[in-house]
């Protein structure tokens, strides 16, 4: 990482304050005191054995040696939560230079979840195969809402029709439509009954986003 310092002397230096800063106040960085605990014993391991190292009564290739993996491994539990504070705009520019992480100036806004449900519709029905378009409702056009980059479809069939959402299973997510549906051979002459939602690729924390579920639609299977 380019912000912990080349050499030992200064790794040490930034893991400690790193440590010391994350153990006061694990809450201002997002963090918890068990994340705290965690780099804290890494560091002080990394600053034993670098003081062993460079002791000239102590220092052997062993101890060099086991300082570099020392090093390493406070490196490696150090990063992933440096990273983490540094992208968080809930940790304010002044704390992150506190304790030592760059300040980003182009973090990505988190894209909301899509207000906008699908409508569906059945543009053909085959021997075991339907073929859905989908849309905004609503819109003249097929395109998807602004930051929603996939269409999820769920589904049921049986003999009667489901009645809500959570009685379908997710059978797959589509960049584009009109799409194909397929169905084995059982399936014939039962009612599949659909629902569509738009997702985003991301949002707060960096997990997808799900708008709304469409209106349940149904269909015979031919």
Partial sequence: ??????????SNVWLTNFAVLLTATPATYGLLAGDAVL?????????????????????????????????ASAEFVARPYAVNISLNPSVSNGDKVAIGVTVRSNIPTPIPAPVTAPTIALISAMPLVQQLQVRPTGASNKAKPQGAVAIEIARSVGTVAATDPSQLRIVGQYGRTPLLQDFASEDQGKIVTYAA????????????????????????VI
Wanted: aromatic share 8%; net charge positive; no cysteine.
């Fill in 1 to 10: 990482m380019s912000y912990i310092p080349s050499t030992d002397n200064g």
């Fill in 39 to 71: 780099v804290t014993n890494a560091q002080v391991a990394y600053s034993d054995a670098l003081t062993l190292s460079q002791d000239p009564n102590t220092r052997t290739p062993v101890t060099v040696a086991a300082k570099d993996a020392a090093r």
């Fill in 197 to 220: 939602r738009y997702k985003t690729r991301s949002g707060p924390g960096g997990v997808a986003q799900n708008g709304p579920w469409s209106n349940l639609v149904t269909f015979v």
